[in-house]
């Protein structure tokens, strides 16, 4: 072979050693990554400690099985991991006392620093207590509307307030936490409730409907820029307008408050779709 031809033939031979290298290179990543794989099974925490702090609704009041114990055997089935289960919720809670607790409690700061879930529900009380003086008209203002504003406000505040204390006690390690909106269920009978005179020609649906959004829009935006994981539990209860009844959709128990069993499993539910990356 002339050698011109020679030189051009070996400039388009495959360099040979060059393929070899590049596979025993590629057989080595992958055998990386398998051992990576592995170990992180192998790695898997035993047991997991999970802390649910909220109102009645944590405590699962007025249902035989609340979405705390739900959720807690969901993680169990999706991860293989054991769970030990600490419920704080206390019925009739605001978030005032809830931010009280996280801020002064020694058990509540202690269990809420060992966990590696945290799970937490506030604010119907807040809304509830505002809602009840407006129905007497006793709320102030020329609308009767001044303590809904104030309770949001408030509410508001102490959202931001509980989500600092939560992300502060547990900022050394991964945990998984996650939290949700507030649903209204009192649709069916505000719908047919006009208290007040002065405020447009709403019904008390209407008027009480704004201040759930604003509360349940700021519980988004602060979840969303916290990176906590939030389940929409409005949106299942109350549909994607917010006017749907939740006790006509048999979520609600007898009187009208709180979720029954049925309820609660849609709660637990909705908490499971978020998955459980820290």
């Not at 025993?24 to 099974?41: F, H, M, Y």
């Not at 509360?215 to 916290?226: E, G, K, L, Q, R």
């Given at each position: 072979m002339p050698e011109k031809s020679r030189i051009a033939y070996l400039a388009r031979r495959p360099d040979m050693a060059g393929n070899v290298r590049r596979l025993?290179?590629?057989?080595?990543?992958?055998?990386?990554?398998?051992?990576?794989?592995?170990?992180?099974?192998l790695a898997a925490p035993a047991s997991w400690d999970y802390v649910a702090l909220g109102d009645s609704l944590a405590t699962g009041f007025g249902a035989f099985k609340g979405y705390v114990p739900r959720y807690e055997a969901h993680v169990e089935t999706d991860t293989g991991v054991a769970v030990t289960r600490t419920n704080l919720g206390q019925n009739g809670w605001t978030s005032s006392q809830l931010l009280s607790a996280l801020r002064n409690d020694p058990t509540f700061r202690r269990a809420t620093r060992e966990a590696e879930i945290v799970t937490w529900?506030?604010?119907?009380?807040?809304?509830?207590?505002?809602?009840?003086?407006?129905?007497?008209?006793?709320?102030?203002?020329?609308?009767?509307?001044?303590?809904?504003?104030?309770?949001?406000?408030?509410?508001k505040t102490n959202w931001d307030a509980i989500t600092a204390e939560v992300l502060e006690l547990r900022a050394t390690s991964n945990t998984i936490v996650r939290t949700m909106?507030?649903?209204?269920?009192?649709?069916?009978?505000?719908?047919?409730?006009?208290?007040?005179?002065?405020?447009?020609?709403?019904?008390?649906?209407?008027?009480?409907?704004?201040?759930?959004?604003?509360?349940?829009?700021?519980?988004?935006?602060?979840?969303?820029?916290?990176?906590?994981?939030?389940?929409?539990?409005?949106?299942?209860?109350?549909?994607?307008?917010?006017?749907?009844?939740?006790?006509?959709?048999?979520?609600?128990?007898?009187?009208?408050?709180?979720?029954?069993?049925?309820?609660?499993?849609?709660?637990?539910?909705?908490?499971?779709?978020?998955?459980?990356?820290?």
């Open positions: 025993l290179r590629l057989i080595l990543v992958v055998v990386l990554l398998v051992g990576a794989s592995q170990g992180t099974t529900n506030i604010g119907g009380n807040d809304l509830r207590a505002a809602r009840n003086s407006y129905k007497k008209g006793t709320c102030g203002g020329a609308d009767n509307q001044d303590c809904l504003r104030a309770g949001v406000a408030k509410l909106d507030i649903y209204n269920p009192y649709v069916r009978t505000d719908k047919i409730s006009d208290t007040s005179q002065n405020d447009g020609g709403m019904n008390d649906f209407q008027v009480f409907k704004r201040y759930v959004d604003q509360v349940n829009y700021h519980i988004a935006t602060t979840s969303y820029t916290s990176g906590i994981p939030y389940a929409e539990v409005y949106l299942t209860f109350n549909g994607t307008t917010g006017d749907e009844d939740p006790k006509s959709m048999g979520y609600l128990s007898f009187y009208g408050v709180h979720p029954n069993n049925s309820g609660h499993r849609i709660i637990a539910d909705e908490l499971r779709k978020l998955g459980y990356i820290p």
